[in-house]
């Protein structure tokens, strides 16, 4: 059973940084394409930041240039690096990953919070 945990969440200033982790453990080949979604209260889920096995990026347009996705097979981790956080950016950070010869999984996801 391939399971998805996240970790790095918590309450942050305004103008202030953020580093989510995604930890994959279980049995699988390996992590093929990594990505970062967030849900607001009220709102659909959105793709924040994706990354591609063979390291292709793409961002959304409100977090281009402020946030950074990084994934590392070696560790079996998908991170995100969050700087210059708005409080438009609060949200339920989930990772998803979809394994080579799998399916894709979800983690449980970690709640971010910036105050203005």
């Known amino acids: 059973q391939v399971r998805l945990v996240e970790s790095g969440g918590g309450l942050v200033q305004a103008g202030g940084s953020l580093r989510l982790s995604c930890a994959a453990s279980?049995?699988?080949?390996?992590?093929?394409?990594m990505a970062w979604y967030r849900q607001a209260p009220g709102k659909q889920r959105e793709l924040v930041a994706a990354?591609?096995?063979?390291?292709?990026?793409n961002y959304a347009d409100s977090v281009k240039g402020r946030f950074t996705i990084s994934g590392d097979n070696a560790k079996s981790t998908v991170n995100l690096q969050m700087s210059s956080l708005r409080p438009e950016d609060t949200a339920v950070y989930y990772c998803?990953?979809?394994?080579?010869?799998?399916?894709?999984?979800w983690g449980q996801g970690t709640q971010v919070t910036v105050s203005s």
């Open positions: 998803k990953v979809t394994f080579l010869y799998s399916r894709e999984y």
């Open positions: 279980g049995t699988f080949f390996r992590l093929n394409d």
């Open positions: 990354i591609t096995n063979g390291g292709t990026t």
